[in-house]
């Protein structure tokens, strides 16, 4: 084949191309700002309340450990001086194990408010993903990505209000057909 008619097949298949990439559709790609979900839908709130409620009862489970220690402490520095070298070193054990047993304790509690919010973080991450492959099939999206690693995008391709709105109506559904007060 001689290199004009080369030449002449590379321009008109380039002119295919582009007339072909002119009248396709334009990508649609959204962005969703997950953290925003979880501060401010329904679900998110009651999370953050139902944590909120397990620290506070934590706190007061240790206040109530903690104060035979701290009372155990304030005798032993009050009455070493008049006990006997065995009593001091026994009740500095008891005080070590009582301690040890508050650490414990302690570190029980984090596991335990960890692995709550990890379960509930989870349980709204899959229904907000729910819902975003929804909008995403339902309106032509060709990519829905996570906010937190977007440097830059138009307010017109965030979709947060629009999954906030349907997480929070389906859960007032959902809550009102099991006729309780809106709560995940």
Do not use: H, W
């Not at 070493?80 to 029980?108: I, N, P, V």
């Amino acid at each position: 084949m001689p290199k004009s008619v080369q030449a002449v097949v590379a321009v008109l298949f380039t002119l295919l191309l582009c007339s072909a990439a002119s009248g396709a559709d334009v990508a649609r790609i959204g962005v969703v700002d997950l953290a925003k979900v979880f501060e401010q839908a329904q679900a998110g709130k009651a999370a953050q309340a139902e944590i909120k409620q397990r620290i506070k009862a934590m706190e007061a489970e240790l206040k109530e450990l903690g104060a035979p220690i701290e009372d155990l402490e304030k005798r032993l520095e009050r009455e070493a001086a008049g006990m006997t070298k065995e009593m001091r070193e026994e009740r500095e054990r008891e005080y070590r194990l009582k301690f040890g047993a508050f650490q414990a304790s302690e570190r029980r509690f984090q596991a335990e408010l960890k692995d709550l919010e990890n379960r509930l973080v989870q349980r709204i991450r899959e229904e907000v993903l729910g819902i975003v492959e929804e909008i995403g099939k339902k309106e032509g999206y060709l990519l829905i990505i996570n906010k937190a690693g977007v440097l830059y995008s138009p307010s017109s391709n965030d979709l947060t209000d629009q999954v906030i709105q349907i997480y929070d109506d389906r859960l007032a559904r959902a809550a009102a057909a099991a006729g309780k007060p809106d709560s995940p």
